[in-house]
Every structure is written in structure tokens, then in C-alpha cells.
């Protein structure tokens, strides 16, 4: 058991640098997250990460990856009970205890990260949001709950917000996620429109993907529609850097509209323009 303050503040330290190392569409600790919680969101940032390099960095076997996500949530759950492999994990369940997060969040996203390694095809819409509310929407009612945010109807907000951008992820990489043999698009909707794999694998673009990545966008633009009810009733920075995320979000889906949805072949990301653009829309456009 680990309780020496000196090796906690270590780990946090450690988590504030391993957050700032790794890319994201938009910095997970940005100047709107209170200063007094950035240790806290890094730290969480930090233990989704670590198993999502678990299931995603390497050639790494199935087994292999099972067993590894297997001892990452004995770690996890120990930390529950006081009993710390080593300082991260003491500093994860100091975040939990000062802020009294359920611990359901945390598993949720294992179990994502445990789809990650088992279930690479999506049958339908519905199938893909159930991934969605472990994969994405915990990540949103932690932020949200270190805030002292604890109103249901609030986190549902957050979880509209949530899966849109994990949705707004998926159709950012198509490509990419091939590639790993991943498939988010729905396949009962890839067969409306006459979409094979073997068209995704050929990057072939054409009248029939359009309108599948049209329909795909369109569900997710209202699902950030109706998430942006959330901001309003939010404090301060935080109603700040949530707008942020959400204009990011939106502003990928403009980009694959104006590539006239072929996102196989042109991959929109943000550039530090697009940051600072959107940066200065969600500082004024609230006001």
C-alpha cells in the first residue's frame, strides 16, 4: 500500500507529462481546465490511454492482449480496495476518493477497451452507440463529476456530447481503422447502400459512400445538437472548454462535407489555425 503524499504528487506530475505527449484531436488539459484539477483530468487521461496502448500499440497477440487488459483491471479493482501496485494507481484512487467518482466509469471503458480486442463489426446503429456509452460517454461523466456535477439529466447531455465525438472519430478514420481491421460503419447500413468491404480496403469513393457518410454525419450533428443543451448549465471554464470540444467535433464533419464526403481517400484533421479560430468562436460566441 502506497500513501506517501511525495510519491502521489510524483504520479501526477508523471500523468500532467504523459498527457501532454500524446496527440489529440483537441489537448485533453487546456488553459480552461482549472488549474487546481489538471493532475486529476491527466491522471484519468492517463489510465484510458495506458489501456488503449493495451489494445492498439504492437503486434501484440489476442491472449496476449487479454491477458494484459486482464491484469491492467486487477490493478484497477486492487487500487479500489487501498492495495496499490505502485504510485499511478495510488494517484488514481486519490482522484476517485476527493471527488467521490464511481468506479463504474472506469470499468465501463475496460470493457470498451476489452470490445476493442473481441468485436471488430458493428451490425447496426444501435449496436454501435451501446459501444459508444462505454467507450466514449464515461469519459465525459468523470470531467463532469470532477466538477461536482452529479445531475442525470446533465450526464445525459454529456453523453450525447461523448458519442458524437467518438462518432465523429470513426468517420474522421475510416481508413485508418480498416487498416486494423475495424469497422464502424454499420453493416446493415453499408448494405443499403451497396457498400463492401473490399470497397473500404480499395479506398473506392464514390456516389453510394457519400450518401452512407451523409447519413452517418447526419445522425451524429444531432447528437451534438442535442448535447449542446449541457453547456449552458455549465460553470465557468468548464462551459468554455466543453464548447471548444464540440465546435472541434463539428469542425471535422464540415471538413468531410467539403471533401464531399470522401473521408477513405482525404482525412480531415485540425490544425493550430482551426484551434485558434475555434478558441476565439467559444470564448465569444457565448456571450
Not at 504528487?9 to 484531436?25: D, M, V
Not at 454529456?158 to 470513426?170: E, G, H, K, V, W
Not at 445522425?219 to 471554464?237: V, Y
Amino acid at each position: 500500500m502506497i500513501n506517501n503524499s511525495h510519491n502521489i504528487e510524483k504520479a501526477y506530475k508523471n500523468a500532467i507529462e504523459f498527457t501532454k505527449s500524446h496527440y489529440e484531436n483537441f489537448p485533453v488539459i487546456s488553459v480552461f481546465v482549472k488549474k487546481s484539477l489538471r493532475k486529476h483530468v491527466a491522471v484519468f487521461y492517463q489510465f484510458a490511454r495506458q489501456a488503449d496502448d493495451i489494445v492498439d500499440e504492437g503486434e501484440k497477440k489476442f491472449d496476449e492482449k487479454i491477458s494484459q487488459l486482464d491484469e491492467y483491471e486487477d490493478c484497477l479493482n486492487n487500487a479500489f480496495n487501498n492495495n496499490f501496485q505502485n504510485e499511478f494507481w495510488a494517484a488514481v484512487k486519490n482522484t476517485v476518493d476527493l471527488f467521490n467518482l464511481s468506479p463504474k466509469n472506469f470499468k465501463d471503458l475496460l470493457k470498451a477497451f476489452r470490445q476493442d480486442i473481441t468485436k471488430s463489426r458493428y451490425h447496426d446503429f444501435t449496436e454501435l452507440l451501446n459501444y459508444c456509452s462505454n467507450s466514449a460517454n464515461p469519459v465525459g461523466r468523470v470531467i463532469l463529476e470532477l466538477n461536482n456535477i452529479h445531475d442525470e439529466n446533465l450526464l445525459q447531455y454529456s453523453d450525447d456530447i461523448c458519442t458524437a465525438l467518438q462518432l465523429t472519430n470513426f468517420w474522421q478514420d475510416v481508413s485508418i481503422d480498416f487498416e486494423k481491421d475495424r469497422i464502424y460503419l454499420p453493416l446493415n447500413d453499408m448494405k443499403e447502400f451497396g457498400i463492401r468491404e473490399k470497397d473500404i480496403e480499395q479506398k473506392k469513393y464514390g456516389e453510394n459512400f457519400k450518401k452512407l457518410m451523409k447519413l452517418e454525419i447526419d445522425r451524429t450533428r444531432k447528437l451534438f445538437f442535442e448535447g449542446r443543451k449541457l453547456i449552458k448549465h455549465l460553470p465557468g471554464r468548464l462551459k468554455y472548454q466543453i464548447y471548444w470540444t464540440v465546435l472541434g467535433g463539428e469542425k471535422i464533419l464540415d471538413k468531410i462535407e467539403r471533401n464531399d464526403y470522401n473521408s477513405l481517400n482525404l482525412r480531415p484533421r485540425l490544425f493550430k489555425t482551426d484551434y485558434i479560430q475555434l478558441l476565439i468562436k467559444s470564448l465569444f460566441g457565448l456571450r
